[in-house]
């Protein structure tokens, strides 16, 4: 499957399936979180926020890309993510695009 934050693939003409999207909520948990409220006091990088972040940016494409094959998808383009948060701790993150067909 190729994802593309462009609306085109070189060299391909391509045929428009629908839009496609995959979504996660993610937490960490109590005790890092307290770790974290601790760590804004001196400042630095909340790596586990990262780490939670990338896995839940990677689950959302995993789930977007499950859809566009559903559709019959050979590549999904205008890919974009967005995320929100949804509770203390708690972030929704959504990856969509435009699910296509090479003809």
Known sequence: MILTTTET???HELEMLGMVKG???QTVNAV??????LKTLVGGELTR???MMNDARALATKRM?????QLGADAVVCVRY?????MQ??????????AVKFR
């Open 32 to 37: 890092r979180d307290i770790g974290a409220g």
């Open 49 to 51: 926020y990262n780490e």
């Open 89 to 98: 701790s708690a972030a929704e993150v959504m990856a969509y695009g435009t």
């Open 9 to 11: 693939i070189s060299g």
């Open 82 to 86: 967005s995320s929100s948060s949804i």
């Open 65 to 69: 890309v499950e859809e566009a094959e």
């Open 23 to 25: 979504s996660t909520i």
